[in-house]
């Protein structure tokens, strides 16, 4: 599936389910870089650290903000010719304790419906200034491979293997240096979560064009028949429950496209620009990447 230069990535780990998304930045493309190669492989190798992350016991939960880490730092220690930028959001539920623990950076973010689908909790964007979101970077060194192009392109990059102790703890000093943010920057959070309750997770498409109500109505009208579907207590029920609530995945991304190609929309964007002196009417257009947890 083409998610332009969106990505996204699930994994397992013991008791920890571990997922998030991506958004390749896309000035890059000015620069003949395509940020998709970039945002893909970083949720690829965010896949790999995560189910390699070390946990003693089944219990253990697992630390969003370090697989961030290393999952960064193995792309750089692989030289691999993905160049550009991208935010990032890491989100662990724990199925032993219902901890939701999140690392994010940049302008991917979430929110938590209660059993009422109604929102108890956002997260804000982290940005610079308006539209210039905190963002991992791996800049093109002048004597850098070009990234493959035209029949020979990548979709992204996998990890490579590595022997016991060949990774060495890469503190992003050389990035610092220079004001690029670093998983060190990425906000941590913790929520608590109850029976019903459902996780919104999405790249910028979403929540610059989609206010936090109107998903809150359309997570409504899902789970509403959702529960109806259990309480028949058919054969097909849990196919039946699982067909609904993807399409309520389905049905919040299209509500963004839809916002978006609307020019007199008074979308959350235009409602953020105006509040930092610009001038900004309708939908952003942008890739959408949706991700759902019901617990």
Do not use: C
């Not at 991506?22 to 998709?36: C, Q």
């Not at 209660?114 to 060194?141: C, G, W």
């Not at 943010?181 to 999405?202: F, I, K, R």
């Amino acid at each position: 599936v083409n998610g332009g230069e969106d990505s996204l990535f699930h994994a397992r780990n013991k008791q920890n389910l571990i997922y998030g998304v991506s958004d390749g930045v896309g000035g890059w493309n000015e620069s003949g870089i395509d940020p998709s190669l970039f945002s893909r492989s970083l949720t690829a190798y965010s896949a790999a650290a995560a189910e390699q992350s070390f946990l003693l016991h089944d219990s253990d939960e697992a630390d969003p903000k370090d697989i961030m880490r290393r999952a960064f730092a193995a792309m750089r220690r692989d030289e691999i010719p993905a160049y550009g930028s991208a935010t990032e959001l890491i989100l662990s539920l724990s199925m032993a304790s219902g901890r939701l623990r999140t690392a994010q950076l940049g302008d991917s973010t979430y929110a938590v419906l209660d059993a009422r689908q109604k929102a108890r909790y956002v997260s804000t964007e982290q940005q610079h200034r308006f539209n210039m979101p905190f963002q991992l970077t791996i800049p093109p060194a002048e004597d850098a491979p070009p990234s493959p192009a035209g029949e020979d392109k990548a979709q992204f990059f996998r990890p490579r293997t590595i022997e016991a102790g060949e990774q060495e703890p890469d503190d992003f000093a050389d990035l610092a240096a220079v004001g690029f943010d670093t998983p060190g920057d990425a906000q941590e959070n913790s929520h608590m979560l109850l029976h019903n309750e459902v996780v919104v997770a999405a790249t910028d498409g979403l929540f610059d064009n989609v206010r936090v109500d109107e998903i809150e109505k359309l997570s409504e009208r899902f789970m509403l028949a959702i529960q109806k579907i259990q309480h028949a207590d058919s054969s097909q029920s849990k196919s039946a429950t699982s067909d609904l609530f993807g399409g309520l995945a389905y049905s919040i991304a299209a509500q963004a496209v839809a916002n978006y190609i609307q020019g007199d929309l008074r979308s959350p964007f235009a409602e953020r620009a105006k509040l930092a002196g610009y001038s900004f009417t309708g939908g952003k257009p942008d890739d959408v990447t949706v991700m759902l947890a019901w617990i």
